[in-house]
């Protein structure tokens, strides 16, 4: 059974830094792609990074790239997201993903691309 629990959410204000993680278990972490997504408040959830395990290949949505870094610790099947420089619009739910390394360019922001998923972890950047 795989499960994905997230972690290191919580309250920040607005330039502040988080890292969230991911423990990941169940799954050939070594061979998979980690996905991270968030949903604000009334909105869709949306993609926001993505990592192949196998080479570290990293992928970013254009609101978060050059302020979120995506890592991954294979020994410890645990994806990671650095998040600095946050804004008030960050503030969301963020869940872990884990999908397909063979998914297409094109698709890697589409969830149904991804076939677990984590419970969630509030992040609120407060102004």
């Known amino acids: 059974q795989v499960q994905l629990v997230e972690s290191g959410g919580g309250l920040v204000q607005d330039g502040g830094s988080l890292r969230l993680s991911c423990a990941a278990s169940?799954?050939?972490?070594?061979?998979?792609?980690m996905g991270w997504f968030r949903q604000a408040p009334g909105k869709e959830r949306e993609f926001v990074a993505r990592?192949?395990?196998?080479?570290?290949?990293?992928y970013y949505s254009n609101s978060v790239k050059g302020r979120f870094t995506i890592s991954r610790e294979n020994a410890k099947s645990t994806v990671y997201l650095q998040m600095n420089s946050l804004k008030p619009e960050d503030t969301a739910v963020y869940y872990c993903?884990?999908?397909?390394?063979?998914?297409?360019?094109?698709?890697?922001?589409?969830?149904?691309?991804?076939?677990?998923w984590g419970h969630g972890t509030q992040v609120t950047v407060s102004s």
């Open positions: 993903a884990a999908g397909r390394p063979s998914t297409i360019f094109s698709q890697i922001a589409v969830e149904s691309e991804y076939d677990y």
């Open positions: 990592i192949l395990t196998s080479t570290g290949r990293t």
């Open positions: 169940g799954l050939t972490f070594g061979r998979s792609a």
